[in-house]
C-alpha cells in the first residue's frame, strides 16, 4: 500500500487537535513546550519524528496523557494481513477530529443502508 499512515503522522495530527482545542498557536505550544515553533509544524505534519523529550515537553505542555494520545493506534502491516484494511480505516479515522470522525460515521452508516436496499 502506497499511503500507509505513519505513526509520526497519526501523532502528529493529535498534538494539532489538542492545540487547536486549547485555541493556542504553534508559537504558544512552542513556548509552553520549550521547543521552536517550527519543530510544533514540522511534527504536527509528521514532516519530522518527535524525539521521547520533545515528545515528553510537549505532552506536558499540553497536560494530555500519553494513554489518550496513543490510543486506539493500530500497527501499520503488511498486506498479506486480513486486518491490514480495517488498520488502515482505523489509523485515517484518527487523524480526524472527533466531529469529521461522527461524519465518516454517519457516513458510513448512509452507505451500508443504501447498500442493503440493492
Known amino acids: 500500500m502506497k499511503d500507509k ?3 509520526r503522522h497519526i ?8 492545540r487547536k482545542q486549547k485555541g493556542w498557536t504553534q508559537e504558544r505550544l512552542a513556548e509552553k513546550s ?10 504536527e ?9 520533545s515528545l515528553e515537553k510537549v505532552v506536558n505542555a499540553l497536560e494530555l496523557k500519553y494513554v489518550e494520545l496513543f490510543k486506539d493506534i493500530q500497527p501499520t502491516t503488511d498486506k498479506d494481513n486480513k486486518n491490514h484494511v480495517l488498520y488502515e480505516i482505523i489509523n485515517k479515522l484518527n487523524l480526524l477530529s472527533l466531529q469529521d470522525q461522527k461524519a465518516a460515521l454517519e457516513l458510513f452508516e448512509f452507505i451500508f443502508k443504501w447498500k442493503k436496499k440493492k
Open 11 to 18: 501523532i502528529g495530527e493529535r498534538i494539532k487537535n489538542e
Open 34 to 43: 520549550n521547543t521552536h515553533p517550527t519543530y510544533i509544524g514540522k511534527m
Open 5 to 7: 499512515i505513519k505513526l
Open 45 to 53: 505534519r509528521g514532516d519530522k519524528s518527535a524525539t521521547l523529550d
